[in-house]
């Protein structure tokens, strides 16, 4: 009889438990966020250039995706050209083309410059051995847009490749209008120096297009020269 008076306990007490336990709900799926595809570099873009025509009026003359900038290099006794084919130029997405060297550099390769890099690296990096190559820490051809601003203060520090950091500066007479030739015409382009001492008589010398949406470095002396001799 103990027996069984304790086997309704138990099972009172089991089955008091179960009316008490509530059920667990069912746990809501998780809602996958699709990432957004990357935005596409745009094709319709025109980067300015400052030129100058035959009767002294400036203006804008356009650069378009598939322009040729090609720049002569003279490098240790060994000369060739620089050849620089613009894919892309924004704010929002940075820079993008493809370049090659010429005989007896003989390279080629692509370049992208991130929107950061283009904005405030004042790392200039000078030298290419082809192939792939993304900038994020320093830009190249292009005078950063941080560097750029400076000019009102008449200096500005930057570093080139792996050196130490160093001051250009733009001297009084700091105007120049280099002749390129621009889709076979020869047009004097508005630019400016900046020199590694502020008189002007240092021995690294940068030449940078006069317009802040673009930068564009036209000339570089650093004991070694780069020269913008043409736009195909």
Not at 31 to 55: G, H, S, Y
Not at 84 to 110: C, R, W
Request: proline share 6%; charged share 25%; net charge positive.
């Amino acid at each position: 009889m103990k027996k069984i008076f304790l086997f309704a306990l138990l099972f009172a007490s089991f089955f008091c438990h179960a009316q008490k336990a509530k059920p667990v709900p069912a746990k809501k799926p998780v809602a996958r966020i699709k990432p957004k595809p990357a935005a596409k570099p745009d094709t319709n873009f025109t980067i300015p250039l400052m030129v100058q025509k035959e009767d002294g009026e400036m203006y804008y003359y356009d650069l378009k995706k598939g322009d040729q900038l090609v720049y002569h290099v003279n490098a240790m006794g060994q000369e060739y050209d620089f050849i620089v084919t613009l894919n892309h130029y924004s704010y929002a997405s940075g820079i993008d083309f493809n370049y090659e060297m010429t005989a007896p550099a003989n390279k080629q390769g692509h370049v992208t410059i991130s929107p950061k890099a283009k904005a405030s690296s004042r790392k200039y990096h000078n030298y290419f051995s082809g192939g792939e190559l993304k900038l994020t820490d320093a830009t190249t051809v292009w005078f950063c847009d941080d560097n750029f601003g400076d000019m009102p203060e008449k200096k500005t520090g930057l570093t080139l490749d792996n050196g130490t950091p160093e001051i250009f500066y733009r001297p009084e007479k700091d105007e120049v209008m280099p002749v390129i030739k621009v889709k076979g015409k020869d047009m004097p382009v508005e630019g400016f120096i900046v020199n590694s001492k502020a008189d002007g008589t240092g021995d690294k010398t940068m030449w940078i297009h006069g317009i802040s949406s673009n930068p564009l470095i036209l000339k570089m002396d650093l004991g070694w020269t780069i020269e913008l001799k043409e736009i195909r």
